[in-house]
Antibody
């Protein structure tokens, strides 16, 4: 079945780094744009970054620009988020999501279960 | 960035009620608006895309309307399994933004 599984979350000190991974299965990963979206504890959803199907087009939210790097390996059906210079306000559940309705629309039709990132000393 | 304002932030209704949530964009976003449902401890689920199109497999009691800056999400007859938080999301601008959410509870 169509599935996204995130991993790599954990506890990290302010200023530290973490790399999240998202393994895709059940669909042709290389055909789809992908995004990372996060949710701070008890808060709403915040889009973080997106990458085109080939990896040639990338965008970031202003809140993470210059600190986070999105990438993908289509041969491994995997999406990544390298997070550097982490701050307390980056504490959140991080979801990977498929942008699955192009060209009709841009919407997140498949989501992973999320991985928790906690930034604390 | 485009700001999305949902109202109300919380809502209590009875089973069978008609429920309406509104979402206002800070600028014209045409029909580039989606609606998601998130149940506690779970990932969000896409319900409506392009303001009014029902995602495959989503019950027909859910509907959406609107264009420009003002949008409406409706549940025609509330069911117990609809208890969740609902979010709107715009994609007119590449800095995708979500509304703050509407928490729906059973009265």
């Amino acid at each position: 079945q169509v599935q996204l599984v995130e991993s790599g979350g954990g506890l990290v000190k302010p200023g530290g780094s973490l790399r999240l991974s998202c393994a895709a299965s059940g669909f042709t990963f290389s055909d789809y744009y992908m995004s990372w979206i996060r949710q701070a504890p008890g808060k709403g959803l915040e889009w973080v970054s997106y990458i085109s199907s080939s990896g040639s087009t990338i965008y970031y939210a202003d809140s993470v620009k210059g600190r986070f790097t999105i990438s993908r390996d289509n041969a491994k059906n995997s999406l990544y988020l390298q997070m550097n210079s982490l701050r307390a306000e980056d504490t959140a559940v991080y979801y990977c999501a498929r942008d699955g309705l192009r060209p009709v629309a841009e919407a997140f039709d498949i989501w992973g279960q999320g991985t928790m990132v906690t930034v604390s000393s | 960035d485009i700001q999305m304002t949902q109202s109300p932030s919380s809502l209590s209704a009875s089973v069978g009620d008609r429920v309406t949530i509104t979402c206002q964009a800070s600028q014209d976003i045409s029909n580039y608006l989606n609606w998601y449902q998130q149940k506690p401890g779970k990932a969000p689920k896409l319900l409506i895309y392009d303001a009014s199109n029902l995602e495959t497999g989503v019950p027909s009691r859910f509907s959406g309307s609107g264009s420009g800056t003002d949008f409406t999400f409706t549940i025609s007859s509330l069911q117990p399994e609809d208890i969740a938080t609902y979010y709107c999301q715009q994609y007119d601008n590449l800095a995708y933004t979500f509304g703050q959410g509407t928490k729906l509870e059973i009265k």
